[in-house]
């Protein structure tokens, strides 16, 4: 077992180091090369320089390892380490506090109004339908007319095949009939749903530029004149707009 020698102010530890490293012929560069361990750690081991050095527990690591390499108990050489004073302060941890839940975002809020007022709007559409309906006799058609285009951008896209589609009911039916289909084909608009309605049907007014046919007359029908239809039945006609 080692034994400190004594003397005031000598530095034991370091001594041992040098005397057992000098006793066996090696020098700093050689032991820098073979542990690892920087030159200028190895001088402050040796003298005692332990501020040089990093934080304890490196230091004991150095020691530990310089002691291995030069054949001597690591226990004994770490025994020799004045570590009173200069065990490393830890500055406390940072307190952590949760993080506030986060605030409804904008746009949710946003969201949630325009659905309210979508659910609103869908609901006050479906009341003014229900009342309009009321009071209407049996076997009376609606008066107004309802004109929509047929197919978004289609006058873009084919200008020739624009049309217009109007779909008003006719006058009196008489549920269970068979009717004849008149033939509407060549005569004005106009002319074509009078004869359709007086007829006890409803029809759909198509519109179309064309070249050859003018403006409000009738190109074609469907079904066919002559056919037989039900009172109700829908008849369609395709209506000149004429020249683009």
Known sequence: ???????????VLGRILSEARTSR????????????????YLEALE??????????????????????YLGLDPREILRLYPEKGRETELAPLPQVTRPAPPALSPNWIVAGVMILVLLFAGVLLFRMGSSGDKGVPAGEGVSAA?????????EQQNP???ATLTAPTSGPLVQGSVIKVPDVRGVTGAEAIRAIHDQGLT???VQVYNDDVP???????????????NAGDAVTVTVSRGKQ
């Open 1 to 11: 077992m080692m034994q400190n020698v004594p003397g005031a102010g000598v530095p």
């Open 215 to 229: 403006v409000g007359v009738v190109i074609s029908q469907s079904p066919s004149p002559g056919s037989k239809a």
């Open 25 to 40: 012929g090696l020098t700093l560069d050689e032991v820098e090369h073979d542990t690892r361990i920087a030159k200028r």
């Open 47 to 68: 003298r005692e320089e332990f501020d040089v050095l990093p934080a304890p527990v490196y230091c004991r690591a150095f020691l530990r390892t310089y002691a291995q």
């Open 146 to 154: 309802t004109t929509v285009p047929v197919g978004a951008g289609a």
């Open 160 to 162: 020739a095949a624009a």
């Open 203 to 205: 029809y759909v007014m």
